[in-house]
């Protein structure tokens, strides 16, 4: 039972870090109808800017902020300058996000050097939580809970504000939505970025345990792509739901079939796909 | 007068384009008999990934079903190779068939999974479907060998028991499945079969309300292109000597995808002149630059903002 408990709280733990990247995803995908492999770049570099800041500063906190606001811009300018050209164009623009990311993994190879790291916890969440027979360590808890007022946050935005009303028309219809008046161009720009930044503020976060080596932006990547699949492309419930089917089946397949792990994805990928190939919450 | 406008090529460019492909054709066939063995293996790498990018363009080209996971096939064949040949020590005929079976198996249980599927969706499923191989040739280290990957494929000559050995006489088997799966595929693409794949790549909703089975038709489509792909895999397990998780991985995949783009979809002859063009610039670069993976991505994005519809469309779609 203890092993149990145990499993699904890190089980949390990695849908919470499952949601703060796929959250970003699954909503450009909605409204670019984007396949973004660069997505998992922007994990990588929100843990190398954050790494820099953290060395400088010594404050987490502001390594989450510099590395959330560098890489929004970033992921703001790649959609200004090389995406936009490509709207509704799905190809090109796929090709365009895997360029990005090799120059993405180049580049911070190239400023960073090779050697993995993890990122220092903050001081007043060393140590761990016991109930009981369960250990289980306060970052990961506080880390669950920022991804759960993230989540909140990203609901309220969607669903109680102008921006919000603006996003899920222009999922549910990009034509009509800049008949009536929607700047569809600047809302991808802005949900491209802000989901790159969110991606970014997922690797400070995790960033203390998983920590950042090369080749981590294609390790999440199919994690989070399984995500926007199994919980339905574009929605950002789906998202929610999504990432505690996967955090959860990914931690118990790793725990109990290492050998398997990324394999054990097939199955719920597959059974989603018969029974429902929009996803839980997609609409065709 | 009548006539529609089917933006074919010119006479002109339909000419250079002969006289390109029948100077290609020279320079493979003779070519390597002046060239070093770097260079006879250089053009081995391109005449085995070409047949890839062939059957790749089979599907992204001519059905107009973009595959992100196509290079999983290639390297499922290419494992299969390998486990068989080394752990079981099977023969020469029983690798190679193996190699195919198993890929084109592997091809016929994700295209059911996929082949409802359209556009970008497919995109991305195909893309978590290549990874999740990835992930498995990665982690399971019993059969796959892990990270090390597997070596001590024997030499396909020693294997075959064939009377010539060596870089030269491997290349010119390589020629010749290669001229054998190009000659299949163009009958195929120019077969009724392969017209409706590209009436369903223009419109399916007409096909469909025109009595065809457009399900079916992309599903062959998928398993025709996987079993191509499989035997690229058998010939580069042989060609390498070994194989790991790389073939798998996503950045094979999209550089498969950039052969095809960058060489003109839907001509066959473009992937291939693509796959050269890939081959040549990552040898040459990471002779002169450790920094061949930045070049690399700017490739990509100069090759999308210059050329989208490929080199062998310059100067005019071709109307096939």
């Known amino acids: 039972m203890t092993y149990f408990i145990t499993q699904s709280l890190n089980g949390l733990f990695s849908a919470a870090l499952l949601f703060l990247i796929a959250s970003g995803l699954t909503l450009a995908f909605g409204v670019m109808k984007i396949v973004n492999i660069a997505h998992g ?16 500063t010594g404050s987490l906190l502001a390594g989450a902020v510099v590395a959330l606001v560098a890489v929004a811009a970033v992921g703001f300018v790649m959609q200004r300058f090389f995406l936009r050209r490509f709207t509704s164009d799905p190809l090109p623009q796929m090709m365009m996000t ?22 220092p916890y903050p001081a007043w969440l060393r140590g761990s939580m016991e109930a009981g027979e369960v250990v289980f360590p306060y ?18 935005v969607n669903e109680k504000t102008l921006v919000g009303a603006r996003l899920r ?40 345990i998983l920590g950042g080596y090369a080749g981590i932006d294609f390790d999440l990547l199919p994690l989070a792509f399984v995500v926007v699949i199994v919980g339905g492309m574009g929605s950002l419930t789906g998202a929610l739901v999504g990432s505690i089917v996967v955090g959860m089946i990914d931690n118990f397949g790793k725990a109990l079939v290492p050998e398997l792990s990324y394999f054990t994805l097939f199955a719920p990928m597959m059974l989603v796909l018969a029974l429902k190939p929009t996803g839980l919450y997609g609409r065709a | 007068m009548g006539e529609p406008d089917r933006r074919g090529p010119s006479r002109a460019i339909a000419g250079w384009r002969t006289g390109v492909i029948v100077a290609l054709a020279a320079a493979f066939l003779a070519g390597p008999l002046a060239l070093d063995s770097y260079w006879v ?33 290639f390297g499922v064949a290419a494992y299969a190779v390998a486990v068989l040949s080394t752990t079981y020590r099977a023969g020469f005929g029983a690798s190679v068939a193996g190699g195919i079976a198993i890929g084109t198996a592997l091809a016929a249980a994700f295209g059911l999974m996929v082949s409802h599927v359209r556009d970008v969706y497919f995109l991305m499923i195909t893309l978590a479907l290549g990874m999740v191989l990835w992930g498995l040739s990665y982690r399971w280290i019993p059969v796959t060998g892990g990270d090390n990957g597997i070596s001590g494929i024997p030499t396909l000559e020693a294997h075959a028991g064939l009377p010539v050995a060596g870089p030269l006489a491997f290349y010119y088997v390589t020629l010749v499945v290669f001229a ?23 419109n399916e909703a007409r096909m469909r309300s025109l009595g065809f089975n457009t399900w ?28 790991s998780p790389t073939y798998l991985d996503l950045a094979a995949s999209s550089e498969l995808f950039l052969m095809v783009t960058l060489g003109g979809p839907a001509t066959l002859v473009g992937p291939v002149l693509g796959a050269g063009a890939i081959v040549l610039l990552k040898n040459v670069m990471s002779a002169y630059t450790a920094r061949w993976l930045l070049i690399l991505g700017i490739v990509y994005i100069v090759a999308i903002l210059a050329a989208p519809q490929g080199i062998w469309n310059l100067g005019g779609r071709r109307s096939g």
């Open chain 1, 41 to 56: 770049s922007f994990y990588m570099l929100g843990v190398y800017v954050a790494y820099t800041v953290v060395l400088r």
């Open chain 1, 98 to 119: 895997m360029g990005f990311a090799l120059l993405f993994r180049d580049l911070a190879l190239m400023i960073w050097g090779g050697d993995p790291f993890t990122l």
């Open chain 1, 139 to 156: 970052y990961r808890l506080f880390v669950i809970a920022v991804a759960a007022l993230v989540g909140v946050a990203l609901w309220l």
């Open chain 1, 169 to 208: 028309a222009t999922v549910d219809d990009p034509e009509m939505a800049s008949a009536i008046g929607i700047n569809v161009a600047r809302l991808s720009g802005v949900v491209f970025g802000v989901g790159a930044g969110l991606a970014a503020f997922g690797g400070v976060m995790g960033g203390p």
């Open chain 2, 41 to 73: 293996g250089l053009l081995t790498q391109i005449v085995i990934l070409g047949i890839l990018a062939m059957s790749l363009d089979i599907l992204l080209g001519y059905t107009g079903l973009p595959s992100l996971g196509h290079a999983a096939f």
């Open chain 2, 180 to 202: 054998a799966c190009a000659v299949l595929m163009w009958r195929l693409v120019r077969s009724p079969f392969g017209l409706t794949l590209r009436g369903i790549r223009e």
């Open chain 2, 216 to 243: 079916l038709h992309c599903y062959l489509s998928f398993v025709i292109a996987g079993a191509f792909a499989s035997v690229a895999g058998v010939m580069w397990a042989y060609y390498n000597g070994f194989v």
